[in-house]
């Protein structure tokens, strides 16, 4: 599950379509706003449950203002909000394997988590630079780990997987509208790095299912969650059609 700020929600409605298919789920690997999703699902919370709570997400419930830190919220609300609805579980209590990405903030490597608190890991990986202060984990200060590693392909090969099944939520398209104020040119901008930066992952993976939507969604569209879930339903059932009739 790739990152994506709000489109991550995106990923619920791929998970509605992969249980409607009976896919067996060995192993998440997560990145960004994919980590929330995964981390949730890992914990075995029903998808349904899941897409009940995105409707009802909103900004003021997951940002929480810092002083002097190097960023302007703290990750604390993250782990607050995973802590609510999964208990404040360490990785060994997940039901499905789990593992997030995190970006070194000194080297720029990737830093794979999935040991300790899945609350703290899921903070480091949506530690978006600028907005969220870095966390420390062990001896890395990280941020968000799209930056480096934003569709973790390689990580779900590392624990295990032989066949994969990747949700890219970066908008491949050319938008339909210029954006109209600096965050919106920001995150486009962002957009394009991101999806250049995910061109060999998007290649390993056997399954590739790409959410479109019929009009430009935005990082902090949080409010938009009903269309980003259908999106990602959309487009599962789209590629695992493929999949599906491939074995017959």
Same mark, same amino acid.
């Given at each position: 599950m790739?990152?994506?700020?709000?489109?991550?929600?995106?990923?619920?409605?791929?998970?509605?379509? @992969? #249980?409607?298919?009976? !896919?067996?789920?060995?192993?998440?690997?997560?990145? =960004?706003?994919?980590? *929330?999703?995964? $981390? /949730?699902?890992a914990?075995?919370?029903?998808?349904?449950l899941?897409?009940?709570l995105?409707?009802?997400?909103?900004?003021?419930?997951i940002?929480?203002?810092?002083?002097?830190?190097?960023?302007l919220?703290?990750?604390e609300? @993250? #782990?607050?909000?995973? !802590?609510?609805y999964?208990g404040?579980?360490?990785? =060994?209590?997940?039901? *499905?394997?789990? $593992? /997030?990405?995190?970006?070194?903030?000194?080297?720029?490597?990737?830093?794979?988590?999935?040991?300790?608190?899945?609350?703290?890991?899921?903070?480091?990986?949506?530690?978006?630079?600028g907005?969220?202060?870095?966390?420390?984990v062990?001896?890395?200060t990280?941020?968000?780990?799209?930056?480096?590693?934003?569709?973790?392909v390689?990580?779900?090969?590392?624990?295990?997987?032989?066949?994969i099944?990747?949700?890219?939520?970066?908008?491949?398209?050319?938008?339909n509208?210029?954006?109209?104020?600096?965050?919106?040119?920001?995150?486009r901008?962002l957009d394009?790095?991101?999806?250049?930066?995910?061109?060999?992952?998007?290649?390993?993976a056997?399954?590739?299912?790409?959410?479109k939507?019929d009009?430009?969604?935005?990082?902090?569209?949080?409010?938009k969650?009903?269309k980003?879930?259908?999106?990602?339903?959309?487009?599962?059932?789209?590629?695992?059609?493929?999949?599906?009739?491939?074995y017959?």
């Open positions: 790739g990152g994506g700020v709000a489109r991550g929600l995106a990923h619920i409605g791929v998970l509605k379509v @992969i #249980e409607q298919y009976k !896919i067996p789920i060995d192993y998440v690997a997560a990145a =960004s706003s994919g980590s *929330i999703v995964g $981390a /949730v699902f914990a075995g919370m029903e998808v349904r899941i897409e009940e995105a409707l009802r997400i909103s900004w003021g419930r940002l929480k203002v810092t002083f002097f830190r190097p960023g919220m703290s990750g609300a @993250i #782990e607050d909000l995973i !802590i609510k999964v404040d579980k360490k990785f =060994s209590e997940l039901k *499905i394997p789990f $593992a /997030v990405a995190a970006t070194d903030l000194k080297t720029g490597e990737p830093v794979i988590i999935n040991w300790g608190r899945v609350a703290k890991a899921v903070a480091a990986s949506v530690a978006f630079p907005l969220f202060a870095p966390e420390e062990k001896q890395h990280v941020v968000d780990g799209a930056i480096s590693a934003n569709l973790p390689d990580l779900a090969k590392q624990m295990g997987a032989n066949f099944i990747a949700s890219d939520v970066v908008p491949t398209c050319p938008v509208y210029l954006p109209k104020d600096p965050f919106q040119v920001f995150g901008s394009i790095i991101l999806h250049k930066l995910s061109l060999e992952q998007r290649k390993q056997d399954i590739l299912i790409e959410p939507m009009e430009d969604i935005w990082h902090f569209d949080l409010h969650a009903k980003l879930i259908a999106a990602g339903e959309a487009a599962a059932h789209q590629s695992l059609r493929k999949l599906q009739r491939s017959h």
